[in-house]
């Protein structure tokens, strides 16, 4: 049972943070498809702002990685508790970012140079996900 606890935690993991990572850039991704409508030529702009949310799943995978060597080392509920934990804000963190990412995307096609504004605006719910990478990396 405790194998188990600790797969399943892996699993939801690395599948939340993938989850969230998908959403969220398909978020600022469709933002980005309308944009491109009213504005072609921020069209570079408008990819940046679309893959911030990609960033969660790399750390849910990192994560993933890490932990995946310490199967019958540490406690499956451990495992279980941090893989939740990290997936979870990882999920979260990576949608919330899209939508305001989104919001950045529509700012920047309608002529207001709020771009740089908008990576500073994304970065505050992607400093959560950090903060759960660094947690499941310091309770190895």
Known sequence: MNLILGYIGLGLMLALAGIGSSIGTTIAGNAAEGALKVNPEKSGNYMVLSALPATQGIYG??????????????SGAMMF???????????ISAIRQ???C???IVGVSQGHNVFVNTLIYAALPEFYAILGLVGAIMAM
């Open 81 to 91: 508790g941090i893989g939740i934990s990290v997936g979870l804000v990882c999920l």
């Open 98 to 100: 899209g939508m305001v």
């Open 61 to 74: 995978f990192v994560a993933f990685f890490m932990w995946l060597g310490k199967i019958g080392e540490a």
């Open 102 to 104: 989104a919001n950045g």
